[in-house]
């Protein structure tokens, strides 16, 4: 009972450190959209595992592929860095510092973590990046997402 009261407690400190630095809709977990500088972003999480002829039998484990994007075709904030990733599944979580990949949209970040767990394929998970600009951090989410098979 001690220990639920002091996750109570530890998530309240948290959401209410993270208040002022983030708008969007809020509901169980990060916002699905937020606001940083005054930009719109969402996040697009494409989780894959391959299982193609040269694979092992049990497939290659789980690729991540995160785009946070400007909405309506924003460019984003400069200096907007993805520090952290979170993806969930069942009661196991993991962690990775996303690769950033150089590209020549403004309006998306783009970022990849390599050799997850081996969840899935056909099963869902819950997503989550953390983002830092001029040393402030927010969290955005994307619920739900497929680990898709390619094959």
């Known amino acids: 009972m001690k220990a639920r009261m002091f996750l109570i407690a530890v998530l309240g400190l948290v959401a209410g450190a993270c208040a002022d630095r983030a708008t969007g809709p809020q509901g169980p977990g990060p916002p699905q959209q937020i606001s940083i500088a005054g930009v719109k972003v969402t996040l697009e999480a494409n989780l894959t595992r391959d299982f193609m002829p040269i694979t092992p039998p049990d497939g290659r484990p789980l690729l991540a592929t995160l785009g946070v994007r400007g909405v309506n ?62 040393g402030r951090q927010v969290q955005l989410g994307a619920p739900q997402q497929p680990i898709k098979r390619t094959d």
């Open 73 to 134: 075709g924003a460019p984003l904030p400069s200096g907007l860095v993805m520090t952290s990733a979170a993806i969930t599944f069942g009661g196991e979580t993991w962690q990775s510092t996303p690769e950033i990949i150089p590209i020549s949209d403004p309006t998306l970040l783009l970022g990849q973590s390599r050799d997850g767990p081996k969840w899935g394929p056909g099963v869902t998970a819950d997503v989550v990046v953390t983002l830092e600009l001029g």
